[in-house]
């Protein structure tokens, strides 16, 4: 069940401008692809590059961590790769959330192997308590606490990433 409101859609806002003009300003002199790590970024992708102030290279990459439970399993599997060459190129990795950090450092490894000029991390949220690999965020959105969050992307057994706001959530006793 969803439980209590975190964020609302308006802080959501206000969160991604100003993330979008600080990556602006990162942009000069740069050849950037932002890589969307699907589905939970999408939402914040979508929002976040269209208020950058000039013309990027978007790609997608989705690997599995969460099925139908609230605890990451710590193995990653790339379900969907990048299409375009990142070799020589400024690479924008785009999360939704990170929480342990294993899928972020697993997917930073599989992107730097492909010889591309720089890798920064951009992320809306991040539960900072919960990290077990160290993994450098470049740019962060909000800090949140150990909390389970729906909603602006973010899914529980693939429900509510349509939702504007975001919420904590519960599974009902008989989900758990
Ligand atoms: P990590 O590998 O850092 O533990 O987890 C990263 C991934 O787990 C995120 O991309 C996201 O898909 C999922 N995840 C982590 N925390 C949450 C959360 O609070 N809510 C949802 N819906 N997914 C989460």
Not at 45 to 65: E, P, W
Not at 100 to 126: F, N, Y
């Amino acid at each position: 069940m969803l439980k209590t409101k975190v964020v609302t859609s308006k802080r959501v806002s206000e969160v991604v401008s100003t993330l979008a003009a600080e990556i602006s300003a990162d942009l000069e002199g740069r050849d950037p692809v932002f890589v969307c790590i699907l589905k939970g970024a999408i939402y914040f992708f979508a929002a976040l590059t269209q208020q950058l102030t000039r013309s990027v290279v978007v790609d997608f990459i989705q690997v599995s961590s969460y099925g139908a439970t609230t605890e990451s399993s710590g193995t990653v599997t790339l379900v969907k790769d990048i299409t375009v060459d990142i070799a020589g190129k400024d690479v924008y990795l785009v999360e939704d959330i990170v929480d342990t950090g294993l899928t972020l450092a697993d997917v930073v490894a599989l992107l730097r192997a492909r010889h591309p000029r720089s890798v920064q991390v951009v992320s809306l949220l991040s539960k900072p308590s919960r990290r077990k690999v160290e993994v450098p965020l470049d740019f962060v959105g909000l800090e949140i606490e150990d909390r389970f969050v729906v909603g602006f992307g973010l899914d529980f057994d693939e429900q509510f990433r349509n939702l504007p706001d975001i919420w904590e959530y519960a599974p009902d006793r008989e989900e758990a």
